[in-house]
Structure formats: structure tokens, C-alpha cells
């Protein structure tokens, strides 16, 4: 029986009744809407709708369902009913009786499928971070094993300049980093509760929202009964992230497709991600990259769909708002999917590195040295950029690569041209000319494997509550040998928002904080990392986490006082007076051991806010 049959005289007929059901696709939400029921039914006991005996009865029997549909979930999506909130709800009185009918009381099914659904995203896009984690290391480790491979970089699909196959490598590791921020930022998007906001305009019961929340494992409770029960940011967002990611994955598979191919043949492919022809027995198709290739299509489409969707769509819940599902449910297996099928060939593919050398030495690659050599020897880069172009083509003519030319060709078209060229336009040369931040120079390809693997190893973080034992404890640990400034418990807890934590491990190794004064000064202390742990960089990390903190909260200048300017001077920092910081600050060293003997410097770091654009309303079609 539907959840609303009282209103109707008879029933839905067949066809409506198949148009209008959702269960053969929301049953994917079935172990949220159970956890989420057994949530409310605690918050019902709270305001004593149940009786302690009905709760547990509710309890028990909620559990034993959650047993049942994560052994057979298959079986809900045939079972007739019309979602997800009716099977479950049915269920439960199937072995409570009317006792579960008590259950709906106080909720809607606008803000259940509202918590339902951000649940299951929830947890499908922390799989899906563990997945580009992965995906990231692997690409990590195959660029160390190649590192030296040299590789002909592109543009147009032209021979470029060479590259390392470690820093193609590196580029998509970037790529992959900045799909996990914006996942993460998603998921803190999301990670608010709207259960408890009713059909539309709050619920009728003095639940304890945020309470409700905090079970549920969310950050917070919704503050607008309206926007909870309409908003699918979370969707959109997350569809969002999903489209950049396989935009990212789709020129991967293409790059590898084209590396893979007889033309080139840089590299071989797992026998494993690849495929055979039916008629012509020679073939070896990179079918696993083609399919990540294709299947981009399918989640632009999801994104593309669920815009339109929302497009114009009135407060608060409506029908349409049931299209929100299918389209994310495919979209993120079928993106987890593509991460871990490019992982699977990242880990087994074979660089032929004479090929690639061969094919980087082709091509004029080395060009652009040349043209340097030239503005190395006085003459502008424009005027230098032309007489390459001539030495170009006088190779070309001559079926050479530039390095081939004799001394006489090259002074035909420029005086300057002397034997030292030759060592100019060395393969190895080229790269090493690359040297400066980012570049393909070994020294810098080398140093971003270095970084993306301390990355990997260390967690940074606000820290929370759990927190704030392991930050006593190195609070202490500092204070104690003279570093840092004693500060009790209290004060961690209720400064808890300031601080910031490493992890190794799942431990927490390290801890800052951002201490900001009255005058929008800030200050990073209680900088400290366990001495006994083994991985280096945490300190950078914290501090680096903490300015991007006190840019988003517009800070102008940040401040430390330290013993040692060497590692702040490296993060930015520049030397300053003790007499431009604050009274406030300087009375707080007060509390410090070596306050009549202090060696401490006093540094700062200056942000660069970037100044408001507005866009004239004349310049807006």
C-alpha cells in the first residue's frame, strides 16, 4: 500500500504506477535509509513520541533489516513497493506491526531522501579518494622506476621539445591532486544533515537537530527547512568533479592510446587492459584506455542532465527532483571504475625508452636550445627565433637533424655560430637546460617525486576534538625542552578551530596553530612534530596548511617568533622587529622558560590579497 493512500479513492493504474516508482533504481539507498531511520527513531525517543521499549523494538528489528538487504540488496529492487522510505517503512511493520507506523511520525520522505542521498554520496566519494590516492601512487612509482626516460613532448600533436617520461608522468599526479581538492572541498559541502527539516517547513517536534546530526556523522544540521529539502548542490557538485576528473582520465587513456600505437610505440600495454581482434590475429587493442575514453561522454551527460534538471526548478521538493539519482548512481561507479582500470595500466605498462630517445632526437626537437644559444651570444630572441627557422630549413633540405649540420652550414646563416653549439643541442642538454621551478630537468622532476611521495605519506588537516590528547602531548613534549609556550587543555579545546594536525599513519605526528589578535595580526605557534617520527617535511606542511588558511580568513600578515629563521625563511618568511609586533604578543612570552635570555627572531610573511574585480554591467550582454 502506498505511504499516501488515504487521500485517493482508488489506486494508481499499472502504467503510472511503473512511470512513478523509483525502487528499481533507490534501492541503492537502502542501507541509508535504514541508518537513518534507526537515527530518527532515537531522536523520537528524545522527545518521547517512543517509549524506551519501542525504541529498542524499532532498533532491533531496523538492524536485523540492515542485515537482510546488505546480504540480498537485489531483492529490494524488485519488491514492488514505491520507494525506498515505503519498503523500509513496510518492513519494519511486517515485524513490529503498527508499532512502526510510528515511525514516519515528525519526518517527510523530501528530508529522508534529501539525508539518504548525501549519505550514500558520502561514502561513495570517500571511495573515490581512496581510488585517485591510489591511482596517484602508482603514477608516483612508474615515474621514479623511468626517471632519465626521455620522452618527445608535444604540441599540435608536433614534435616539441623533450621531456622527461617521469615529469608526463608528474603532470597527471597535479591533475589527480587537484581532483582530490575538489572532491574534498564536495564533501565538506555536503556533509550537512537536512533530516528533521520535514516536507518543507521544519518539523513539528523539538528534536534536538544538531544532536541528530552529529549521529548521523554529519558536520552540522541544515539552517533552512526550504533549502534542505530543495537542494541538490551536492549532486550537481559532485557530478561536477566527477566530469573534471574524466576530462583529466580521458587524456591520459588518449596520450597512452597514441604512446601504444605502431606509429610510435613508446610504450607496450599490460596484456591484461588489452584486447584482440576477431578477425585480424596481429592486433593488440587498448581497449581498457579507449573505454575510460568513451565512458567520459557518459558522465558529461549526467552533469549535462542534471543542470537542466534545475534549472528554473521552484521551491521545495518536486517529482523532477527524482531524475537526481540514476544519473549519479552511474556517474560514480562508472568513474571509480575508470580509476581503477587506469591504474591497472599505469602498473603494467613497458616504456621503450630507445624509442622514445630516438623519436625526442627527431623532429628539431632541440630547436628552442638553439635559439637560446643565439640570445646567449647578444642577439634578441625575435631575430634568433628567424634564423633557426632558416637553420630548419636548411636541415630539412638536407634530410638532417640540426645537430647534423657542419660548423660552415650553421655560420652561412649566422656569424655567431661557433663549435660550441654542438654540446648545446644534446638531448641530455636540452632537459637540463629546464632547471628552472617545474621544469624537466632531472633536479626538478627528481624534487616533485620527492614531494608527491612525502604527500602521500603525510595527512594534513584541521584538527578536531579526537585530536586534542596527541596535541597536548607535543605541546608538552616542546614546552617542556624550551621551544614552544606551555598551554593547558582547556585552552586547546576551546582553540581547537586554530589548530592544525599531520597524520602518519592515522596518527597524529604534528601540530600548529594559528593565533589570531585583535588587530587581524596572526600568529603560528605550537609548531611542533614528534621527535621520534620518521618522516620529514610535516613542519612544512603545517605551515603551508595554515597560510592557505589565513588567506581564505583575509589575514594580511602573519607573524613568528622562532629560533629557527632557516626553515621560515624557506617558506617565505622574511625577518622583522620585535617593536612591530603587538604588546599582546610580546606579553605572552612571559610564560616562556627563556624569556630573560631570548634568542628568539622575529619573522613575518606577508599576504598579497588580490584586489576586488567588479565587472562594469555595460560590458555584461
Not at 580521458?250 to 581482434?277: H, Q, W
Request: aromatic share 6%; hydrophobic share 40%; proline share 3%.
Amino acid at each position: 500500500m502506498a505511504l499516501w493512500g488515504g487521500r485517493f479513492s482508488s489506486g494508481p493504474d499499472e502504467a503510472f504506477k511503473q512511470f512513478n516508482d523509483s525502487l528499481p533504481f533507490d534501492y541503492q539507498l537502502a542501507e541509508q535509509d535504514i541508518v537513518g531511520s534507526i537515527a530518527w527513531a532515537g531522536a523520537l525517543k528524545q522527545v518521547d513520541v517512543l517509549t524506551e521499549s519501542e525504541h529498542q523494538q524499532i532498533i532491533s528489528a531496523l538492524k536485523q533489516l540492515l542485515e537482510e538487504v546488505i546480504a540480498d540488496p537485489r531483492s529490494v529492487a524488485t519488491a514492488g513497493h514505491e520507494d525506498i522510505h515505503s519498503y523500509v517503512e513496510a518492513k519494519l511493520i511486517d515485524k513490529v506491526g503498527d508499532l512502526g507506523k510510528k515511525l514516519h511520525t515528525g519526518r517527510s520522505r523530501n528530508d529522508q531522501v534529501a539525508t539518504d542521498f548525501r549519505l550514500w554520496s558520502r561514502k561513495t566519494a570517500q571511495q573515490l579518494l581512496v581510488a585517485l590516492g591510489s591511482l596517484k601512487q602508482a603514477l608516483v612509482t612508474l615515474a621514479e622506476q623511468e626517471l632519465g626516460t626521455i620522452l618527445p613532448g608535444y604540441t599540435h600533436l608536433q614534435r616539441a621539445q623533450p621531456v622527461l617520461f617521469s615529469h608526463w608522468c608528474m603532470a597527471y599526479v597535479e591533475m589527480i591532486e587537484r581532483d582530490e581538492s575538489r572532491l574534498n572541498d564536495a564533501l565538506e559541502r555536503l556533509n550537512v544533515c537536512p533530516l528533521g527539516s520535514g516536507a518543507l517547513a521544519g518539523t513539528a517536534y523539538p528534536i534536538d537537530r544538531e544532536a541528530l546530526a552529529v549521529n548521523l556523522g554529519f558536520r552540522e544540521a541544515s539552517r533552512n527547512s526550504l533549502d534542505a529539502v530543495s537542494d541538490r548542490d551536492f549532486v550537481v557538485e559532485l557530478l561536477s568533479c566527477a566530469s573534471i576528473s574524466m576530462m583529466h582520465l580521458s587524456r591520459f587513456a588518449e596520450d597512452l592510446i597514441f604512446y601504444n600505437s605502431g606509429e610510435s610505440g613508446f610504450i607496450d600495454l599490460a596484456d591484461s587492459v588489452t584486447s584482440g581482434s576477431s578477425l585480424m590475429p596481429q592486433k593488440k587493442n587498448p581497449d581498457a584506455l579507449e573505454l575510460i575514453r568513451g565512458k567520459t561522454g557518459r558522465v558529461f551527460g549526467a552533469f549535462s542532465g542534471m543542470m537542466m534538471t534545475l534549472k528554473a526548478l521552484p521551491l521545495a521538493y518536486n517529482k523532477d527532483m527524482q531524475e537526481d539519482k540514476e544519473g549519479l548512481f552511474d556517474a560514480m561507479p562508472t568513474w571509480l571504475a575508470c580509476i581503477h582500470m587506469a591504474e591497472a595500466c599505469v602498473k603494467g605498462i613497458k616504456v621503450n625508452s630507445d624509442k622514445t630517445l630516438a623519436a625526442a632526437k627527431g623532429g628539431h626537437a632541440n630547436a628552442t636550445e638553439l635559439a637560446d644559444y643565439l640570445v646567449a651570444k647578444g642577439i634578441p630572441f625575435r631575430e634568433g627565433h628567424h634564423i633557426v627557422g632558416e637553420l630548419v630549413q636548411l636541415a630539412i633540405s638536407k634530410g638532417q637533424n640540426l645537430e647534423d649540420l657542419s660548423l660552415e652550414e650553421f655560420q652561412q646563416v649566422s656569424a655567431v655560430i661557433a663549435e660550441d653549439v654542438y654540446p648545446v643541442l644534446e638531448i641530455d642538454a636540452c632537459i637540463a637546460a629546464r632547471k628552472a621551478l617545474g621544469g624537466t630537468s632531472l633536479p626538478q622532476v627528481t624534487n616533485a617525486i620527492k614531494t608527491a611521495k612525502k604527500k602521500q605519506k603525510i595527512l594534513v588537516r584541521d584538527a578536531n576534538l579526537d585530536d586534542v590528547e596527541a596535541i597536548a602531548g607535543l605541546i608538552q613534549y616542546w614546552a617542556k625542552v624550551g621551544e614552544n609556550l606551555p598551554r593547558a587543555k582547556s585552552d586547546m579545546i576551546h582553540s581547537i578551530n586554530e589548530f592544525a594536525v599531520t597524520e602518519v599513519d592515522g596518527k597524529v605526528t604534528g601540530c600548529a596553530s594559528l593565533y589570531i589578535y585583535d588587530t587581524g595580526l596572526a600568529e603560528i605557534r605550537s609548531l611542533g612534530v614528534n621527535p621520534e617520527s620518521e618522516i620529514k617535511g610535516q613542519g612544512q606542511l603545517l605551515v603551508e596548511h595554515l597560510l592557505v588558511k589565513a588567506k581564505k580568513l583575509a589575514l594580511n600578515r602573519i607573524i613568528v617568533l622562532t629560533r629557527v629563521p632557516g626553515f621560515f625563511t624557506k617558506q617565505g618568511f622574511n625577518n622583522c622587529t620585535k617593536d612591530s609586533l603587538p604588546e599582546k604578543v610580546m606579553k605572552d612570552c612571559e610564560l616562556c622558560l627563556r624569556k630573560d635570555n631570548c634568542d628568539e627572531i622575529a619573522m613575518d610573511f606577508i599576504i598579497k590579497q588580490t584586489s576586488s574585480l567588479s565587472i562594469p554591467c555595460k560590458f555584461v550582454a
